[in-house]
């Protein structure tokens, strides 16, 4: 993913810009910055767990884009704090995200804004939902939804497919998922609520799950004061990919409980995470053929579209925003990138001055919604809207 944040830089940040890939392993970064050939782009070894070197390698920049594993977004938040930059992550999991929250005196008091939560789910789902709570007076239900598609021709595959950390794949796939319930905070049963939702062509009828994720950290609070009582997120996996990563997790490789091997203690999670990320890529027949769409679905009431004079009856609506993405080939990326371009967005307009907000916020606070859906369109993302009327819409 950070990757893909770095190429969007590269097309569309500004000539006068500057890009730093931060990595532990420097030989890596500083390949990845020669092969985009780009006099703006540079790299520096820069190691998370130690704050005050971290922050003066990275001294100057503005925004710090954060893809490391979701584990160490407290360190990377600190390092941002001690650089004096803002910062933008890709989510953490609901529990990390509710501590990064309490950092938000620390930014707002240094003049510094940090977004949390700024991929794909969470991020565009959470600035869908934003969308959709705009329209309506009160908000009684948010409910976000991602599936895909991918029909494409592959030639070899590696035996587990990722595009992002298998461990956290993993952890959502084996920690109790969050959903907001009748205006409270509760847990449901990993992988449960897997009932058949239709999403437009070509992704079709899919199972989405309850997995952990942030969205359900934020919206709640968020959307306080227009009533919401329930909240949910839900994703849909390929059934192969499922079966693989649920034996992962029923045979035990999704704990961090270390085990001993030889005298070396080493938890399982760690190896087959570090074993999976370094599978080669799929080796792909033609042009890709992926499609995901992420969906926000927001019920609640409001006045007739007619007009909103005093004392009119309001009425039940339903408003589906879907975000789809079939990826950007010239760049050689799939749906992949509705996650890994959002934090250059929002890095972007942080660097432009269109973000005025400080302290620690989610998307759906400080993102203008249609600024954002304006450059997703510049990356072949499109933004659909329906309304409905009445609350039966399947969620």
């Known amino acids: 993913m950070g990757r893909i944040t770095v190429r969007d830089l590269v097309e569309f940040a500004g000539k006068a810009d500057s890009i730093v890939i931060a990595d532990y392993d420097f030989a890596k970064a ?25 922050a003066n390698a990275l001294a100057g920049c503005k925004v710090i884009i954060n893809s490391v594993q979701y584990q160490m977004n407290l360190d990377v938040m600190q390092i941002a704090l001690r650089a004096g930059a803002n910062y933008v992550d890709l989510g953490g999991l609901f529990h990390m995200t509710r501590r990064q929250m309490e950092l938000h005196d620390e930014f707002k008091e240094k003049g510094l804004l940090a977004i ?26 948010i409910h976000t939804r991602v599936a895909g598609r991918d029909l494409s021709n592959y030639s070899w ?13 993993l952890e959502e796939f084996s920690y109790q998922p969050a959903v907001f319930t009748k205006g409270k905070f509760t847990f449901v049963e990993p992988m449960s609520g897997n009932k058949p939702h239709r ?35 839900k994703i849909a ?59 926000a679905i927001v019920k609640g009431w409001s006045n007739p579209a007619q007009g909103k004079k005093t004392g009119t009856k309001k009425s039940k609506y339903t408003y589906i925003l879907d975000c789809h ?14 996650t890994g371009t959002p934090p250059a967005i929002a890095a972007m307009m942080i660097g432009r001055g269109e973000i005025s907000d400080l302290g620690v916020i989610a998307p759906e606070n400080c993102i203008h919604a249609k600024s954002f859906v304006r450059e997703l369109a510049r990356r072949k993302m499109t933004v659909e809207i329906t309304r409905k009327r009445g609350w039966d819409v399947p969620v």
């Open 30 to 54: 500083q390949d990845f910055a020669d092969s985009l050939k780009d006099q703006r782009v540079s790299a520096v070894r820069v190691d998370v767990r130690n704050h005050d070197e971290a």
């Open 157 to 169: 595959t590696p035996a587990l497919p990722v595009s992002y950390s298998l461990q956290t794949i």
């Open 237 to 295: 996996f390929d059934d192969e990919f499922l079966d693989r990563v649920r034996f992962l997790r029923d045979m035990g490789m999704a704990s961090h409980e270390p085990v001993d091997i030889g005298g070396i203690k080493v938890s399982p999670i760690s190896v087959v995470n570090k074993v999976a990320m370094a599978q080669g890529p799929a080796k792909m027949k033609g042009k890709p053929k992926q499609y995901e769409i992420v969906r």
């Open 325 to 338: 993405t079939e990826g950007m080939p010239k760049w050689g990326v799939g749906t992949d990138i509705n």
């Open 199 to 233: 999403f437009p062509s070509p992704v079709g009828v899919q199972r989405p799950m309850h997995t952990l994720h942030s969205e359900v950290a934020t919206l709640p609070l968020s959307f306080a004061s227009k009533g919401v009582k329930e909240v949910t997120f």
């Open 116 to 141: 949390i939560g700024m991929g794909a789910a969470p991020g565009i789902t959470n600035i869908l939902s934003r969308m959709g709570a705009d329209e309506l007076d009160q908000v009684t239900e």
